[in-house]
């Protein structure tokens, strides 16, 4: 029985790692921010990487340290109803409803938009998400050793693409860095530690973490010990490229701000950038690499989906739920990119608080001999005032005031919650409930030892 690998084996599975990350929303949100943050980017990018490289990194250490056999399975140690509907909605999300949708309109607002005239964008993003996704039906109808092996080979030269792009970026910056938007004028570092959200990584890993850990026991390690050294390890490779990859890019949008002006969305960020330095065949090179990149991800996730909701419910077929993810991705994506990124968001703050806290109580399960109540008590918490927060941003994102009865518990939690207006207002009493609860428990079993 082995109980470490080689540097190469974790360099190998760290790459896999990575591959299975990057996706459309890697490229898109570091170039946004650095072109909102401007001079205030590295504050934004700190958040940003906590967010986004950290909390991967601990939901695939969560994962093997909880020695679940996936995402239900460790939600169940809260409720197994609620297990159901934590992971069904973490698949919606990162599945049809989000993710996968902007798979597609990334891969066409990189790779097609530029060379589409200004009055057919919405006819070319329709036949273009067609085309797209009808691929993607077929692959995940017929799973084959083809899309890895597309996967394997593209991880690589999208690093490889990026690195020279990055390079002629810092070399030859394509203007001065300009002043931030009003978003990032005050609290750039919390309005990029929620940017990161946006990336959805943290969610993804609770699910792509079993698949790092089963290529770990494949290479022969099966102690709990070995498995968490070697996820440990694999992970750090996984988001240092992760990692460099973000700064880079986000210092890209900073210095694109003076040449082309603030974006909506940061696709046409990457394409102003390839074409600015390597003319119509570097914007092309780049469509192909990312078009081909965001179709193997959309194949993965929809994939993914599907087999869960098998599971879930064995009487539909796998068949059934891959038509009917890769129809509803299909339509969602032609709402755009832009929407698909502002419908998100609300989600978003109401799950991740949910996913960080359920992380956290993995790690210090231990401590309180894995009782449900503390795992219960700290859910309930997160839940009622997350919540809100996604009410909130759906209210913002509408455009519309907040609905009546919300009105005096929002400005409950404004007074009464620490960090609530910058979004983080769940942390300390969750945080303060598992400490309590977990105390309690402990001394409840001290004393039940000693009677």
């Not at 943290?202 to 890993?205: N, T, V, W």
């Given at each position: 029985m082995k109980t470490k690998l080689s540097f190469s084996s974790y360099f190998v599975v760290g790459v896999m790692l990575f591959a299975l990350f990057f996706g459309a929303g890697n490229l898109i949100f570091p170039a946004q921010l650095g072109q909102n943050a401007g001079t205030n980017i590295w504050p934004a990018v700190i958040g940003f990487l906590i967010t986004g490289v950290g909390l991967p990194l601990l939901g695939i250490l969560a994962m093997g340290f909880s020695g679940s056999r996936n995402l239900q399975e460790l939600a169940t140690r809260v409720n197994p109803v609620y297990a159901i509907f934590f992971t069904s909605l973490l698949y919606l999300t990162i599945g049809p409803f989000f993710a996968a949708p902007r798979t597609g309109t990334v891969a066409y607002e990189v790779g097609i938009a530029p060379f589409v005239g200004e009055g057919f964008q919405q006819g070319g993003l329709l036949l273009f998400t067609l085309l797209f996704f009808a691929v993607t039906l077929w692959f995940s109808l017929n799973p084959a050793k083809l899309v890895d092996n597309i996967g394997k080979i593209l991880a690589p030269g999208i690093v490889i693409l990026l690195g020279i792009l990055l390079f002629m970026v810092i070399t030859r910056p394509m203007g001065a860095i300009q002043s931030p938007q009003e978003?990032?004028?005050e609290g750039a570092f919390i309005q990029g530690f929620l940017e990161?959200?946006?990336?959805m990584d943290?969610?993804?890993?609770l699910v792509f973490g079993i698949i790092v850990i089963n290529?770990?026991?494949a290479m022969g390690i099966s102690s709990n010990r070995g498995i968490l050294h070697a996820t440990a390890k694999?992970?750090?490779?996984?988001?240092?490229?992760?990692g460099v990859i973000y700064v880079g890019i986000a210092y890209l949008g900073a210095t694109s701000t003076e040449a082309f002006g603030i974006f909506t969305t940061g696709g046409p960020v990457l394409s102003s950038a390839a074409s600015y330095?390597?003319?119509t065949l570097g914007s092309i090179l780049l469509a192909v690499v990312i078009i081909l990149a965001c179709l193997t991800t959309s194949i993965g996730l929809t994939t993914a989906c599907a087999e869960y909701f098998h599971t879930l419910f064995p009487k539909f077929s796998y068949k059934m739920f891959v038509v009917l993810f890769a129809t509803l991705t299909f339509v969602i994506a032609n709402f755009g990119l832009a929407n698909i990124i502002t419908y998100s968001v609300p989600v978003l703050m109401f799950l991740y608080p949910l996913a960080i806290v359920l992380m956290l109580l993995t790690f210090l399960s231990p401590l309180f001999n894995h009782s449900r109540v503390v795992y219960v008590s700290a859910t309930v918490v997160t839940f009622i005032i997350s919540i809100f927060d996604g009410l909130k941003s759906l209210c913002d994102s509408l455009g519309i005031d907040y609905f009546g009865w919300m009105t005096p518990i929002v400005s409950f939690y404004e007074r009464a919650l620490p960090m609530y207006n910058q979004g983080l207002g769940w942390l300390l009493p969750a945080l303060a409930?598992?400490?309590i609860t977990g105390a309690m428990i402990r001394i409840q079993r001290l004393s039940t030892a000693n009677a």
């Open positions: 978003a990032y004028n990161g959200y946006n990336t943290a969610l993804a890993s290529a770990i026991r694999s992970g750090l490779v996984a988001i240092a490229l992760l330095y390597f003319g409930v598992i400490v």
